[in-house]
């Protein structure tokens, strides 16, 4: 699913609450029980352009709130607030040695 939106694609995904809450109604959901469900939810995406062309949009305006930027930001700040300062290459070595 993840993948999927990255990209801006609209995916169906299961009603589970992780997943209901990462797809924040752009795309269609289902109960991953009955197969007719889940075949639903890809037919509403497939067939309805207009639901597709919706989620979509609500996925690239996701995207785009979206930055790598406004976190490397904070930490940034958390850590000068500690007397460091690090360039963006310094905090991905700070994280990876986590």
């Given at each position: 699913?993840?993948?999927?939106?990255h990209v801006g694609k609209a995916v169906a995904v299961s009603r589970i609450d992780e997943l209901v809450?990462?797809?924040d109604?752009?795309?269609e959901?289902?109960?991953p029980h009955p197969v007719s469900e889940i075949a639903g939810a890809i037919e509403r995406?497939?067939?309805?352009?207009a639901a597709l062309v919706e989620a979509e949009a609500k996925i690239r305006a996701?995207?785009?709130?979206?930055?790598?930027?406004?976190?490397?930001d904070a930490?940034?700040?958390?850590?000068?607030?500690?007397?460091?300062?690090?360039?963006?290459?310094?905090i991905r070595r700070e994280l990876?040695?986590?």
């Open positions: 699913m993840l993948e999927a939106n809450d990462a797809l109604g752009a795309g959901l289902f109960d995406l497939w067939s309805s352009q996701r995207l785009r709130r979206m930055s790598w930027q406004p976190f490397a930490y940034r700040q958390a850590l000068a607030m500690r007397g460091r300062t690090l360039s963006v290459s310094g990876r040695s986590r």
